[in-house]
């Protein structure tokens, strides 16, 4: 499980198991936990920040990028709004850089969107300590101008 806690430009889970005995008295979202194996990989929990989401015609759409250490992985979501209506093809754009600094990569591509929630991968890469990585994540309806969901995130190793 991780606790959520809501800011006014992200939503940032945290794993209980670093939390402690603390955590058992906050309100958590069922979200599933990877297990712990020793105290040391204890240490540096990975944290996923989420930017504010944008919507585009009938979808949701945000950012995330989850920093463990000095490792950050990006990635997309897109919630479908209104139910009934069918999937279907977009492009997607999800990219990555150090704020200040080098770009940490980009991906680009057509994916299928059905009903629910879909998960876009993008970028992995190892970040700076102390630097801070802006995410961002859109989807693109074949020429409609996409709005994008942007985070910045610092990296704490």
Do not use: K, W
Not at 35 to 59: E, K, Y
Not at 130 to 153: M, W, Y
Request: with cysteine; aromatic share 6%; hydrophobic share 45%.
């Amino acid at each position: 499980m991780h606790r959520s806690a809501l800011t006014f430009t992200s939503l940032t889970f945290t794993s209980l198991a670093v939390l402690g005995a603390t955590a058992a008295a906050t309100p958590a979202v069922a979200v599933p936990a990877a297990a712990v194996p020793d105290a040391a990989a204890a240490a540096s929990a990975a944290t996923t920040t989420c930017g504010a989401p944008v919507q585009m015609i009938n979808r949701r759409n945000t950012v995330c990028v989850t920093v463990d250490g000095d490792s950050v992985r990006v990635f997309g979501t897109s919630a479908q709004l209104f139910a009934g209506s069918r999937g279907r093809s977009f492009i997607y754009d999800v990219s990555a850089s150090v704020v200040g600094g080098a770009s940490l990569g980009r991906e680009t591509g057509s994916v299928y969107l059905g009903t629910g929630t879909g998960y876009v991968n993008g970028p992995s890469a190892v970040a700076p300590c102390g630097s801070t990585v802006r995410a961002s994540f859109s989807l693109s309806d074949f020429g409609t101008p996409p709005p994008a969901s942007v985070v910045e995130v610092p990296v704490t190793c």
